[in-house]
């Protein structure tokens, strides 16, 4: 309830709020999908594709709280959103790492749509805190990509793509990978 003394100072307009709330929700759709991704690897013993998808939950978690956490700056209201079951059974390796794919391109569009509003609202302060969002979406469909085209080569023997990753950790950021310092 508000009182007389409460300073009003919302930086954020209704649709814009509105719109990240929706967000927050795709963002533990993501998680919760991928964490089904993870438990499939790992019944199957895949351990390196197992940890991936489980590190990827993480930072779907960790996108729904910086969203979250505007809101609460910018003193908006968090209203998060039912989500949607995700998927729990995978024909195959081949088609988890796609619905992931598929998954990351929807995210996508709906960053580049909350910027879009963003810049039509002139709100300079949103459109500073969506872009780490629009340059990790960049990261993130490329490390599906390579994922999927390295899952596709290995067919029926995925052990090749865990020993892909074992020695190419996807999805680290550049400076913790081996190998990739410029002289
Ligand atoms: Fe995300
Ligand atoms: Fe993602």
Redesign the pocket.
């Known amino acids: 309830m508000s009182t007389k003394n409460d300073v009003n100072v919302s930086l954020i307009s209704k649709e814009l709020n509105n719109a990240i709330n929706q967000q927050i929700g795709?963002?533990f759709q993501?998680k919760l999908q991928y964490l089904n991704i993870a438990a499939y690897f790992d019944t199957e013993d895949l351990p390196q594709l197992a940890t991936f998808f489980y590190q990827q939950a993480d930072?779907?978690n960790m996108?729904?709280m910086k969203f979250l956490h505007y809101l609460v700056d910018a003193s908006g209201a968090i209203e998060i959103p039912a989500v949607q079951k995700p998927e729990a059974t995978f024909e195959s390796a081949e088609t988890a790492v796609n619905l992931a794919l598929q998954n990351e391109m929807r995210?996508t569009g709906q960053i580049n749509a909350l910027m879009d509003l963003a810049i039509e609202e002139k709100d300079h302060i949103a459109q500073d805190f969506l872009r780490w969002?629009v340059t990790?979406?960049l990261e993130?469909v490329s490390t599906m990509k390579t994922l999927l085209n390295i899952t596709r080569r290995a067919g029926d023997n995925l052990l090749w793509v865990e020993d892909y990753l074992s020695r190419n950790p996807l999805g680290l950021a550049a400076e913790q990978q081996v190998g990739t310092a410029v002289p």
């Open positions: 795709s963002e993501a930072d779907e996108h729904a995210v969002f990790e979406q993130e």
